[in-house]
T-cell receptor, first 112, second 114 residues
């Protein structure tokens, strides 16, 4: 149990579908992150929220839309995705922006 | 651009042996480093971190060594166990306006043979 829970664990969707990934942290942290992990590539930072304000959008296509309604929850809304978007999407949280990040177990996303 | 790299993509050791996983970084401004362990089907798990004002830090069965002269970081695992089999990532953080921007390496796969 990492304290960061991601749902669903697996998701298969077509390119025209709309879906959302959910992340919840039970650690009392103030910062949350979305990362993309593709095979044979380093982790790629996508978005960062601190105290529910977005502080980073790392050149991510607009077909990915994050939402942070409170400091414990983070969503990633997906629409019109491409096959190259198939990857493991990881959520992380940290006490603040300079403390170590703690990761969830990810959502394995497959785009048909 | 700056990058964090790993010397070996795979490492195979016998149970009970010590393991050493290496990492090179290229940005001399990096001043904070983290090691993560990622088991199959799970997310990265924090192992240990070190700041640039230190050259060694020890945890439970793990030691991180930092050599700023040659920009090299290593993770030593003592008495390696089958449960240590995983991919190990190093990550660096560059001080500045974006303290949260960790740059990750691709990872080293550690396999522990019983």
């Amino acid at each position: 149990e990492t304290g960061v829970t991601q749902t669903p664990r697996h998701l298969v969707m077509g390119m025209t579908n709309k879906k959302s990934l959910k992340c919840e942290q039970h650690l009392g942290h103030n910062a949350m992150y979305w990362y993309k992990q593709s095979a044979k590539k380093p982790l790629e930072l996508m978005f960062v929220y601190s105290l529910e304000e977005r502080v980073e959008n790392n050149s991510v296509p607009s077909r990915f839309s994050p939402e942070c309604p409170n400091s414990s929850h983070l969503f990633l809304h997906l629409h019109t995705l491409q096959p190259e978007d198939s990857a493991l999407y990881l959520c992380a949280s940290s006490q603040d922006l300079v403390q170590p990040q703690h990761f969830g177990d990810g959502t394995r996303l497959s785009i048909l | 651009g700056e990058s964090v790299g790993l010397h070996l993509p795979t490492l195979s050791v016998q149970e009970g042996d010590n393991s050493i996983i290496n990492c090179a970084y290229s940005n001399s401004a990096s001043d904070y480093f983290i090691w993560y362990k990622q088991e199959s089907g799970k997310g990265p798990q924090f192992i240990i971190d070190i700041r640039s004002n230190m050259d060694k830090r020890q945890g439970q069965r793990v030691t991180v060594l930092l050599n700023k002269t040659v920009k090299h970081l290593s993770l030593q695992i003592a008495a390696t166990q089958p449960g240590d089999s995983a991919v190990y990532f190093c990550a660096e953080n560059i001080r500045g306006g974006s303290n949260y921007k960790l740059t990750f390496g691709k990872g080293t796969l550690l396999t522990v043979n019983p």
